[in-house]
C-alpha cells in the first residue's frame, strides 16, 4: 500500500484547506484511512478516519465541526481531509496512515503511512 498526501501550505486563522491522501496498492485490503498530524515538539495526534465499508466516519474531538474526512466518488481511492475554520493551534505535519481495523484512532494501528505535508495557520 502507498499514500500519498498533498495539499498543505500557509493559511491564516479562520481559512479552509483541502489536503488529499492518494492512495495505491491493495489498498482496499485495509479497512481504514487516517489522518493524523505531528507538531513540533507534540506526538503524533489522530485527526480523522474513514472506513472503506460503509463511509463511516471519526474525528479527534478538536477538530469536529470544522474538518470533514471524505472519499473521492470518481476516484475511489484519493481520500480528503477538509479543513475550516482553521486555528494556530491546526498547525502541524499531516500524514495519512493505512489500517486493517475498523474503529483506528491510534497511531500503533497504521501500518502503512505515507509523506506528510505541512500545514501552518498564521494568527
Known amino acids: 500500500v502507498q499514500l500519498q498526501a498533498s495539499g498543505g501550505g500557509l493559511v491564516q486563522a479562520g481559512g479552509s484547506l483541502r489536503l488529499s491522501c492518494e492512495t495505491s496498492?491493495?489498498?482496499?485490503?485495509?479497512?481504514?484511512i487516517g489522518w493524523f498530524r505531528q507538531a513540533p515538539g507534540k506526538e503524533r495526534e489522530f485527526v480523522a478516519a474513514?472506513?472503506?465499508?460503509?463511509?463511516?466516519?471519526?474525528y479527534a474531538d478538536s477538530v469536529k465541526g470544522r474538518f470533514t474526512i471524505s472519499r473521492d466518488h470518481a476516484k475511489l481511492t484519493v481520500v480528503y481531509l477538509q479543513m475550516d475554520s482553521l486555528k494556530p493551534e491546526d498547525t502541524a505535519v499531516y500524514c495519512c496512515?493505512?489500517?486493517?481495523?475498523?474503529?483506528?484512532?491510534?497511531?500503533?494501528?497504521?501500518?502503512?503511512w505515507g509523506q506528510g505535508t505541512q500545514v501552518t495557520v498564521s494568527s
Open positions: 496512515a493505512a489500517s486493517s481495523s475498523v474503529v483506528a484512532d491510534r497511531a500503533a494501528l497504521y501500518p502503512y
Open positions: 474513514f472506513t472503506w465499508s460503509g463511509g463511516r466516519t471519526y
Open positions: 496498492g491493495k489498498v482496499f485490503s485495509y479497512n481504514t
